[in-house]
């Protein structure tokens, strides 16, 4: 694995993994190619929604399955927009691929599940499913030409130990959490 190494060093271009994951797991694009209402599982509705804030980046809303993405200057809601253009227009294609996987992490969760929302879970729950999101989301990274790990794990970090700190967590049960979290989800 090219540990490191920023897609541009590499020569790929994070915009276009961005259009092929959405793609891959859009919905309403999945509509559009078959006009078939059987949505694969792995399928969510992609869209994005205007940010208001710089911690906003993504969410996930399971009961739909929905995720929205968070993004400055975005065209309101009720706008029509296909997610495949949007995503072909990101401003920062690094940070909403990171986010993406991320949320697609959670419905991965879902779909085996294990997802546990956190207006109903206990801390320890509600930072295990942000582990299980982020290692979930990992793999589904992997499995497209991404390369700059450098840039998710700190974006990974980032947020894993903001999750810690609002939660006030220990930091040794926390690791103690996360290595047993990360060692379930590599086994599946
Ligand atoms: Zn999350």
């Not at 078959?34 to 009961?63: I, W």
Request: proline share 5%; with cysteine; hydrophobic share 35%.
């Amino acid at each position: 694995m090219a540990v490191g190494r920023t897609q541009s060093e590499q020569g790929v271009n994070t915009t276009e993994i961005l259009v092929a994951v959405v793609r891959e797991r859009d919905r309403a694009d999945y509509w559009e190619r078959t006009q078939s209402l059987e949505f694969p599982r792995e399928t969510v509705f992609v869209q994005f929604v205007p940010r208001q804030a710089e911690e906003e980046h993504a969410r996930y809303h399971p009961e739909i399955p929905r995720i929205d993405i968070y993004r400055y200057g975005c065209t309101p809601v009720h706008v029509p927009q296909c997610a495949v253009n949007m995503a072909a227009a990101s401003p920062c294609p690094l940070d909403e691929l990171i986010s993406l996987v991320h949320e697609l992490g959670h419905h991965e969760s879902k779909l085996r599940g294990l997802f546990c929302s956190p207006d109903n879970a206990k801390l320890e729950q509600t930072y295990e499913e942000e582990i299980r999101a982020w290692s979930f989301g990992r793999t589904i990274l992997a499995k497209t030409q991404y390369l700059d790990w450098s840039a998710f794990e700190e974006r990974e970090r980032r947020a894993l130990d903001g999750y810690r700190e609002g939660l006030n967590l220990p930091a040794s049960r926390a690791a103690d959490i996360e290595t047993r979290i990360r060692r379930i989800c590599e086994a599946l």
